[in-house]
C-alpha cells in the first residue's frame, strides 16, 4: 500500500522559513515526480512545484520560484519542501503528492501557520 | 499558463440525483484532465483521469466526458458520501493548474 506520512504542524514567525518533509511508504520515489500543492484556508487548490527525485530536476509555478525550494533524498524516500521569507499569505494547508501526470496518491496535508 | 474554468462554484443536490460538474479549458490539452474529490478536512483523491478513466476504487456512478474543450464530471446518482468538493486539473503542461472547484452539498 502507497502512503505518504507529512510532518506535523508549522507555526513560523514572518520573514523565517520551514522546510516540510514527505516520506514515502510502498513505492520507489525514483521511479515518479513528487510534487506540493497549497490550499489556503476556504480555498482551492494551486500546484506549487515538482521534483524529479531521480535527478533532482525542479519544476516550480512562477509565483513560487522565490518561496519554495523542492529537494529529495532517495535513501530515505523522503520528498521535501523549505517555504522561505513567510508572510501571512503563506498560511495554508500543504500537501505533497504522487504521480507523473496526476496526483495518483496525496499525503495529509500540513498546516502552516505565519503569525508574529 | 492554461485556465480551467469550473462551473458551478457550488451545487445542492439531492440525493439519487444526477451531478454534473463541468470544466472548460483555455486551449486544448487533449484528454490530459483528471477529477479529484476532497471531504473536508481531508486531501484530495483522483476520481478520473485521461478525462474519462476511473480510477480504482471508484464507484461506477462517477463517469467523465470531454467535449472539445470542455469536461463534464457526471454522478448519475448522488450519495451522501459523495459531498464534499471537487476539482478538475489539467495534465497537458506545466504549471499544472486546477479549477476553482465546485462545493457539492445535499439539499
Known amino acids: 500500500e502507497v502512503q505518504l506520512q507529512q510532518s506535523g504542524a508549522e507555526l513560523g514567525k514572518p520573514g523565517t522559513s520551514v522546510k516540510l518533509s514527505c516520506k514515502v511508504s510502498?513505492?520507489?520515489?525514483?521511479?515518479?515526480?513528487m510534487h506540493w500543492v497549497n490550499q489556503r484556508p476556504g480555498k482551492g487548490l494551486e500546484w506549487i512545484g515538482r521534483?524529479?527525485?531521480?535527478?533532482?530536476?525542479?519544476i516550480y509555478a512562477e509565483k513560487f520560484k522565490s518561496k519554495a525550494t523542492l529537494t529529495a533524498d532517495t535513501s530515505s524516500n523522503t520528498a521535501y519542501m523549505q517555504l522561505s521569507q513567510l508572510k501571512s499569505d503563506d498560511t495554508a494547508i500543504y500537501f505533497c503528492?504522487?504521480?507523473?501526470?496526476?496526483?495518483?496518491?496525496w499525503g495529509q496535508g500540513v498546516m502552516v501557520t505565519v503569525s508574529s | 499558463d492554461i485556465q480551467m474554468t469550473q462551473s458551478p462554484a457550488s451545487l445542492s443536490a439531492s440525493l439519487e440525483e444526477i451531478v454534473t460538474i463541468t470544466c472548460q479549458a483555455s486551449?486544448?490539452?487533449?484528454?490530459?484532465l483528471a477529477w479529484y474529490q476532497q471531504k473536508p478536512g481531508k486531501s484530495p483523491q483522483l476520481l478520473i483521469y485521461?478525462?474519462?478513466s476511473l480510477a480504482d476504487g471508484v464507484p461506477s456512478r462517477f463517469s467523465g466526458s470531454r467535449s472539445g474543450t470542455q469536461y463534464s464530471l457526471k454522478i448519475s446518482r448522488l450519495q451522501v458520501e459523495d459531498i464534499g468538493s471537487y476539482y478538475c486539473?489539467?495534465?497537458?503542461?506545466?504549471?499544472?493548474?486546477f479549477g476553482g472547484g465546485t462545493k457539492l452539498e445535499l439539499k
Open positions: 486551449q486544448d490539452i487533449g484528454n490530459w
Open positions: 503528492a504522487m504521480g507523473a501526470g496526476y496526483f495518483d496518491y
Open positions: 521534483i524529479d527525485p531521480a535527478n533532482g530536476n525542479t
Open positions: 485521461d478525462a474519462t
Open positions: 510502498g513505492y520507489n520515489i525514483r521511479s515518479t515526480y
Open positions: 486539473q489539467q495534465a497537458h503542461s506545466n504549471p499544472r493548474t
